[in-house]
């Protein structure tokens, strides 16, 4: 497959555009292509490009030469966007790439004891410390699904222009002190939809315990494996 059809089939999946748009799009990086090597003297051609940082000095240089950018302007940017949607495509490919090396990469999922974090004290209330790109990188794995229900689509988000989900943590972070290691792990953290994550937090235990049940069975082990051992009654006695 080329770089134009692999950007074709990336963007009919995440961007929601039309066939005729994205059809337009592809197109457009071709045509940028020629206009670059025909103004700048130098052979331009994006599609083999493989950096995402890349392609803002090509939009730079797109956008300072007058007749590139009214043309740009006049086509509703058109060509502006195209170049957008290319360089959020190779970011992809990039983050991809990097999981599938299994660098020691930051996106690689180990399910280890880890320490327990900081916490401040508030109303005489303890608040553990969180870290955001525990629950971000989850998300990423699971594909952006509900663990409980991947039918589970309610809407696509701005940010990520993939479903919305939440991170939750399964076993949650006030019973912190219960236990020797720390709940804010890969092992304990799944994503799910808004309505299950609801449910978890506002539900009736009747409606929780389905949920429970289900994220329990398949967290089970990577949660022994973080130190935290916990049966599901006594799981389900957390959500009471
Ligand atoms: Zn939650
Ligand atoms: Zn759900």
């Not at 995440?14 to 066939?19: A, E, P």
């Not at 748009?21 to 940028?32: E, G, L, Q, S």
């Not at 970011?91 to 790439?97: L, N, V």
Request: hydrophobic residues 35%; positive net charge.
């Amino acid at each position: 497959m080329t770089r134009r059809e692999e950007f074709t089939r990336w963007m009919l999946k995440h961007s929601n555009r039309s066939k005729n748009t994205i059809d337009k799009y592809a197109a457009a990086v071709v045509t940028i292509s020629k206009e670059l090597t025909k103004y700048s003297n130098t052979t331009i051609d994006i599609y083999s490009i493989n950096d995402s940082m890349s392609i803002d000095s090509i939009k730079q240089i797109y956008l300072k030469i007058d007749v590139l950018r009214e043309k740009d302007e006049r086509g509703n940017r058109m060509y502006t966007s195209a170049l957008e949607w290319y360089k959020k495509y190779l970011k992809e490919a990039e983050f991809i790439s990097n999981i599938a090396k299994e660098q020691p990469s930051e996106y690689s999922v180990k399910h280890i004891k880890k320490l327990k974090g900081e916490f401040k004290i508030k109303d005489g209330m303890k608040y553990w410390n969180r870290d955001r790109s525990i629950v971000d990188k989850i998300i990423y794995i699971k594909n952006n699904e509900c663990e409980y229900d991947n039918t589970h689509r309610y809407f696509i988000s701005k940010a990520t222009n993939k479903n919305y989900v939440e991170g939750h943590h399964l076993i949650q972070m006030q019973f912190q002190d219960m236990f020797e290691y720390s709940l804010d792990v890969e092992s304990n953290i799944v994503s799910v939809c808004l309505v299950c994550h609801k449910i978890l937090h506002l539900g009736r235990l009747e409606d929780k315990i389905k949920i429970i049940e289900k994220l329990y069975n398949l967290r089970e082990h990577e949660l022994k494996s973080s130190g935290l051992d916990i049966r599901l009654d006594e799981l389900i006695e957390l959500y009471k």
